[in-house]
């Protein structure tokens, strides 16, 4: 199983800038893929970027040229730089991985942790 604990998150000015982390413990040898997730109050939890082994990238059109996702595996945790920070990026922010366990594909969820974009 792989374990993941997120933190960074807080109160910013729009404009302002943040970075988020999740740590990663567990059977990191048998993960594919991570992301970041995030869930406004009262919407669906939507997709911001994912990274995968290979190094590729994936964002969300909203986030695009904003946000800047990356992984440290020496380290065993996954980054999220959010900059030009909007009030419509307030969210809970989740850490995601995807992983092989037992043949079959797996998903691994953090706590998340609170974004607030103040206008």
């Known amino acids: 199983q792989v374990q993941l604990v997120e933190s960074g998150g807080g109160l910013v000015q729009a404009g302002g800038s943040l970075r988020l982390s999740c740590a990663a413990s567990?059977?990191?040898?048998?993960?594919?893929?991570m992301g970041w997730y995030r869930q406004a109050p009262g919407k669906q939890r939507e997709l911001v970027a994912t990274?995968?082994?290979?190094?590729?990238?994936n964002y969300a059109d909203s986030v695009r040229g904003r946000f800047t996702i990356s992984r440290d595996n020496a380290k065993n945790t996954l980054y999220l730089q959010m900059n030009s920070l909007k009030p419509e990026d307030t969210a809970v922010y989740y850490c995601n991985a995807a992983y092989n366990e037992n043949f079959s594909l797996r998903n691994s969820w953090g706590q998340g942790t609170q974004v607030t974009v103040s206008s």
């Open positions: 567990g059977t990191i040898f048998s993960i594919n893929a």
């Open positions: 990274i995968t082994n290979g190094r590729r990238t």
